[in-house]
């Protein structure tokens, strides 16, 4: 069985509507999956909101970043969108671009730890897990695919070891 995707980009001047109706075209004609990657935009707040102008179509992102925001937001995040998508989200995180991240003024330290460190703690707290938090995450009644970003081996392990597959 073939599949086949679409990637967008939130680098573009492409408003967020536009991100909705290119996924229902999507969804229209046939394609599998839709994902947004992170530049100017949130991917996973336009991968929710082309969850909700779909139906069947997979949603999710391609790549978000982890340094843009904490673990346990990231997880509850995506909690809601699988809810609200009735299992339709994959999840694609990455490292960035050192140069990008240091001119937010943010230090990229040790990057392929962050990443096993980081998908480790989405994973927990999707499957209810306690992270010694406040609160308790809710477990996520859908399976949530979480793949990483690689372009090198060491970081293609670490999709391979602690999540589930790479991009």
Known sequence: MSRLGV???TATEAPPKEFVRLGQLAEEKGFDAILVNEGR???LACAEAIALGTS???VGTNIANIYF???FL???TAWTISELSEGRLLLGFGV???PLIESLGMKME???QYIRSYVQTVKKALSGESLGSFFRPRPSTHPVPIYVA???TETAEVGGEFADGIM
């Open 7 to 9: 990637v967008l980009s």
């Open 41 to 43: 935009g949130d991917a």
């Open 56 to 58: 069947r179509i997979q």
């Open 69 to 71: 925001r904490h673990p």
């Open 74 to 76: 990231a997880a509850m």
């Open 96 to 98: 960035s671009h050192r």
């Open 110 to 112: 040790q990057p392929r």
């Open 150 to 152: 690689a372009v090198t």
